[in-house]
């Protein structure tokens, strides 16, 4: 198994493993568990990640303006969105954004402290030998509507500079951060490729 097939599978096992106390949020938890299932078991890869939704029968989403937050407008490759099943009242959406075909999960509601520290925690503790784990962004921001939150962290393996970068984004209520968008929180994970070698698929 490669360093980085390693660690991305382990940051799966903390998540797995994740404290009552941070979980207490369940909308923050659901977000996890399904950024966990889908962005990080298929390690980004947009080919698995699209083979997964059609086995799973996901729906896909073609509203111009929910496609617009989801997907983007970056030229390049096509992105796509789909709807997750929900177990509650609110809604959780995958998608494969356009150009970078990063996988991004949202949450149209969930405690932003709650998320950010699942999203910390699986992150921080699946460093292992030979990968270096970094901090590339954190800010918080005021914006018209609300206080809103970045956080970049990269997963990087020293031998061939591939690896993985995620972003968590969250708003203080639903929109703050999103344009005024439905949205509260997104969790999003890009490959990164090695100049050396390339990431295993």
């Given at each position: 198994m490669t360093l980085l097939r390693w660690a991305a599978l382990a940051?799966?096992?903390?998540?797995?493993?994740?404290?009552?106390?941070?979980?207490?949020?369940?909308?923050?938890?659901?977000?996890?568990?399904?950024f966990n299932a889908t962005c990080l078991r298929r390690l980004g890869v947009p080919d698995d990640i699209r083979a997964w939704?059609?086995?799973?029968?996901?729906?896909?989403?073609?509203?111009?303006?929910?496609?617009?937050?989801?997907?983007?407008?970056?030229?390049?490759?096509?992105?796509?969105?789909?709807?997750?099943?929900?177990?509650?009242?609110?809604?959780?959406t995958l998608s494969i954004r356009s150009g970078t075909q990063t996988c991004a999960v949202w949450a149209e509601s969930g405690d932003p402290a709650t998320a950010e520290g699942l999203f910390r925690k699986m992150i921080t503790e699946a460093a292992r030998p030979g990968t270096k784990v970094s901090t590339d962004e954190d800010q918080s921001f005021p914006t018209a509507t609300g206080k809103s939150r970045l956080l970049t962290m990269s997963v990087i393996d020293g031998t061939s500079g591939g690896g993985y970068q995620f972003t968590f984004m969250a708003g203080d209520r639903s929109g703050t951060f999103f344009s005024g968008a439905p949205v509260q929180i997104s969790m999003q994970l890009t490959r990164i490729e090695g100049k050396k070698t390339k990431l295993p698929n």
């Open positions: 940051l799966c096992a903390v998540l797995g493993s994740a404290t009552p106390v941070l979980a207490a949020d369940y909308n923050a938890e659901v977000i996890s568990q399904f939704a059609k086995d799973t029968r996901l729906v896909q989403i073609v509203e111009p303006n929910a496609v617009n937050t989801f997907v983007g407008t970056t030229p390049g490759a096509k992105g796509i969105a789909w709807m997750l099943p929900s177990p509650n009242d609110w809604k959780f």
